[in-house]
């Protein structure tokens, strides 16, 4: 499927060049940088750069709204343009939009990426004879609703695994399957080694849909692990954790559903989740391209292991063998918010879309690499837009269908019709992303 933008992309194209276009005056500054997999890593930087303005301008059809509201909508986009050297290294120009860091979003499920890459972090660590991906994991209760597993209907031999949790997670971004590697995890685990990696403002210290106390959240369930023959090969204890949690004072909105009843206040943020746009797209780099970031935020995984994650970030739901999805419920672009926003539509057998999305509390987020293996070309692209209209959470009136899902599939094809009609003195070779899914 090919998306033709108007011809009004020339006349844009013309004055950008010239810099007859200016920046917007509502204060959505991009920043830029610059990095390559050798030698100076990337680092975000506050350069001004309207380069996205500039694209979005080109297209009021799509994203007039966006332009006009300015704020409203909380927009932030991070596009990465990627060049390659003569021996195929990446080089990055990145182009940021509305980024701030002082502005809170809900990053819904896409904190369950930095979870499934310290799940498989955390089995390397412990360098325990036999122990892996794929041994099976049994979790034990911990209390009434921190209940436990020990099989795994939709895994094909029924064992619950590390391996199986992180395919779940990335073909239909599963709950539980969430839950159960935080478990594994534990809350001090996870926060205390991103914050050594770098992310100090992420934050993540509470399950997904599932309503618990703060204390039952920093319960984390005692996790065995066995071989296949059922000889036991490690057990990680119950946990307490003792995190002490950022101060923050988010407050939302005019007001939210509690129970049946509407309560006119801001609603609380403050100890929900917390994932930078910024950090979200690193940690998508960083599965794509380890080498071109800095060490410290690199994860500590082997060559099999990013290939696991990149063979499933891709793969679609009907390619899957286990779990085995009914494909009218999990459509082949159920989340590939970026260029297919909610289409039920044929995908492009050429494209492939390495990504991670959330939704929730009218916030909707990716971040995703994409590659056309067809057309050689590749780029990545992140962002996030409100989609609550009316201020009011939990009423489930959410603007995804009208606003959301078609900013993100406009987006994403903006930026492939850009890729497509760029020059590149480097035809990049994609074969590393290439997979046999079935």
């Not at 975000?44 to 704020?71: E, M, R, T």
């Amino acid at each position: 499927m090919e998306y033709r933008l108007p011809n009004l992309l020339k006349w844009t194209f013309g004055l950008f060049f010239a810099g007859l276009i200016s920046i917007p005056s509502s204060g959505q500054v991009a920043h830029s940088e610059k990095g390559s997999g050798k030698g100076k890593k990337s680092t975000i930087q506050n350069v001004p750069d309207s380069f996205i303005y500039k694209l979005l301008a080109s297209y009021p059809q799509y994203f007039s709204p966006v332009l006009n509201k300015g704020n409203g909508l909380q927009v932030q986009i991070i596009y990465s343009r990627i060049d390659r050297d003569k021996k195929n290294r990446p080089v990055f120009t990145d182009h940021f939009w509305g980024i701030d860091t002082g502005q809170y979003f809900y990053p819904a499920s896409t904190v369950k990426l930095p979870i499934a890459l310290l799940a498989l972090q955390r089995l390397n660590e412990l360098k325990i004879a036999g122990l892996d991906l794929n041994s099976t994991m049994r979790t034990l209760p911990a209390g009434e609703k921190l209940t436990g597993v020990s099989n795994d209907p939709s895994a094909v031999d029924g064992r619950p695994s590390i391996a199986h949790y992180i395919r779940k997670i990335l073909l239909v971004s599963d709950n539980d399957a969430f839950n159960r590697l935080y478990e594994f995890l534990g809350q001090e685990y996870i926060n205390n080694t991103l914050r050594k990696m770098g992310y100090v403002h992420t934050e993540i210290i509470h399950r997904l849909n599932i309503s618990l106390t703060e204390a039952e959240n920093r319960t984390a369930n005692a996790v065995q692990f066995f071989d296949s023959s059922g000889k036991l090969l490690y057990t990680k204890p119950e946990e307490k954790s003792r995190l002490a949690y950022q101060a923050r004072n988010t407050r939302l909105g005019k007001g939210f559903i509690r129970g049946d009843q509407l309560v006119n206040e801001p609603f609380d943020f403050s100890q929900k989740n917390r994932l930078l746009l910024t950090d979200l797209h690193s940690m998508v780099r960083s599965i794509l391209f380890p080498e071109s970031m800095p060490k410290e935020k690199r994860f500590t995984l082997t060559p099999a292991d990013y290939a696991f994650l990149r063979r499933y970030m891709s793969m679609l739901p009907a390619e899957s063998t286990s779990p085995v999805y009914d494909t009218t419920a999990y459509w082949d672009n159920y989340v590939k918010f970026v260029y297919y926003g909610s289409e039920k539509t044929k995908p492009d057998p050429a494209i492939r879309i390495f990504n991670k999305v959330g939704d929730a509390y009218g916030f909707l987020i990716d971040a995703a690499y994409v590659a056309d293996f067809s057309r050689q070309i590749e780029f990545m692209l992140s962002a996030v837009i409100y989609c609550n209209s009316d201020g009011i959470f939990n009423d489930d009136a959410y603007d995804y269908d009208t606003v959301g899902f078609p900013f993100l599939k406009h987006l994403g094809r903006m930026i492939y019709e850009y890729e497509l009609k760029r020059p590149r003195k480097k035809i990049p070779d994609l074969s590393a992303f290439q997979f046999q899914y079935r």
